[in-house]
Antibody, heavy 116, light 107 residues
Framework: QLQLQESGPGLVKPSETLSLTCTVSGGSISSSSYYWGWIRQPPGKGLEWIGSIYYSGSTYYNPSLKSRVTISVDTSKNQFSLKLSSVTAADTAVYYC????????WGQGTLVTVSS | DIQMTQSPSTLSASVGDRVTITCRASQSISSWLAWYQQKPGKAPKLLIYKASSLESGVPSRFSGSGSGTEFTLTISSLQPDDFATYYCQQYNSYWGTFGQGTKVEIK
């Protein structure tokens, strides 16, 4: 059974870089032709699609975040990662990792707060 | 950018009611539309993909229809477990876009 788990700091200072990792278990991140990606949800608000990485390594980003976002894969660890630079309070959200497009499997989500 | 607009934003209904939620795309997305259900504190759950295909394990009271720019999610007989927020998502372009959500509340 495929499972995804987000990990990373729960508190990030303004102007710094938010870094999260998604660990995949129950399946290989590189053996199937899937998209792996990130979605976020500010407290009390709706979902925002951040970006995806295809198993081949191609990346796709939300144009509104593209200049600040990097998604990468570490197949040796069966993980993929999100980096969001120059964060502000507006980046405070629950961040989810997920597989597929559309998103068939989701992590439980992790709250990241941007505050000094 | 493709914008997705859901209506209504909030819907009050009773158990047993037939419920319909609409999602409109700002340009044609063919049938590349998904519907998710989200409960408080939980990750979204995929209900419908490719506009009308039911995800495995999802009750048959959920159905989706539409193509192009207009889509609907229908719950044929609302059950207590269905009170939640529902989101549509287009995946036609290289990046996805979600609708703003529809909260289904108890009447």
């Amino acid at each position: 059974q495929l499972q995804l788990q987000e990990s990373g700091p729960g508190l990030v200072k303004p102007s710094e870089t938010l870094s999260l990792t998604c660990t995949v278990s129950g399946g290989s991140i590189s053996s199937s032709s899937y998209y792996w990606g990130w979605i976020r949800q500010p407290p009390g608000k709706g979902l925002e699609w951040i970006g995806s990485i295809y198993y081949s390594g191609s990346t796709y980003y939300n144009p509104s975040l593209k200049s600040r976002v990097t998604i990468s894969v570490d197949t040796s660890k069966n993980q993929f990662s999100l980096k969001l630079s120059s964060v502000t309070a507006a980046d405070t959200a629950v961040y989810y990792c997920a597989r597929g497009e559309p998103r068939t499997h989701w992590g439980q989500g992790t709250l990241v707060t941007v505050s000094s | 950018d493709i914008q997705m607009t859901q209506s209504p934003s909030t819907l009050s209904a009773s158990v047993g009611d037939r419920v319909t939620i609409t999602c409109r795309a700002s340009q044609s997305i063919s049938s590349w539309l998904a519907w998710y259900q989200q409960k408080p504190g939980k990750a979204p759950k995929l209900l419908i993909y490719k506009a009308s295909s039911l995800e495995s394990g999802v009750p048959s009271r959920f159905s989706g229809s539409g193509s192009g720019t207009e889509f609907t999610l229908t719950i044929s007989s609302l059950q207590p477990d269905d009170f939640a927020t529902y989101y549509c998502q287009q995946y036609n372009s290289y990046w996805g876009t979600f609708g703003q959500g529809t909260k289904v509340e108890i009447k």
